[in-house]
């Protein structure tokens, strides 16, 4: 079956690091433009990063430019978020999604917390 899987969430403090991944079975995620997308409590969903088929080009909201890369491993059928300097405003669900395919994971936690 076709299914994606966010990994990585957990609490971290404020100016911290953390690497997300989602990994993609059934089939391949190469073949479409990645993105992960965030929801805060008491927010709206907002895309966070994309990641184009090209493993190259590459988006991201302005209020993570410079503080987040987005990646993929096509090898192990995989992308990434690194996050870095990490705020408290970035606490929230994360979401994978393969675009084209309309294929969500179902998130993993993020909390900034001293």
């Known amino acids: 079956q076709v299914q994606i899987l966010e990994s990585g969430g957990t609490m971290v403090q404020p100016g911290g690091s953390l690497r997300l991944s989602c990994r993609a079975s059934?089939?391949?995620?190469?073949?479409?433009?990645m993105s992960w997308y965030r929801q805060a409590p008491g927010k709206e969903r907002e895309l966070v990063a994309t990641i184009f088929p090209d493993g190259t080009s590459t988006n991201y909201i302005d209020s993570v430019k410079g503080r987040f890369t987005i990646s993929r491993d096509n090898d192990k059928n995989t992308v990434y978020l690194q996050m870095s300097s990490l705020k408290l405003e970035d606490t929230a669900v994360y979401y994978c999604?393969?675009?084209?395919?309309?294929?969500w994971g179902h998130g993993t936690q993020v909390t900034v917390s001293s």
């Open positions: 059934g089939f391949a995620s190469s073949s479409y433009a």
């Open positions: 999604v393969a675009r084209s395919r309309g294929l």
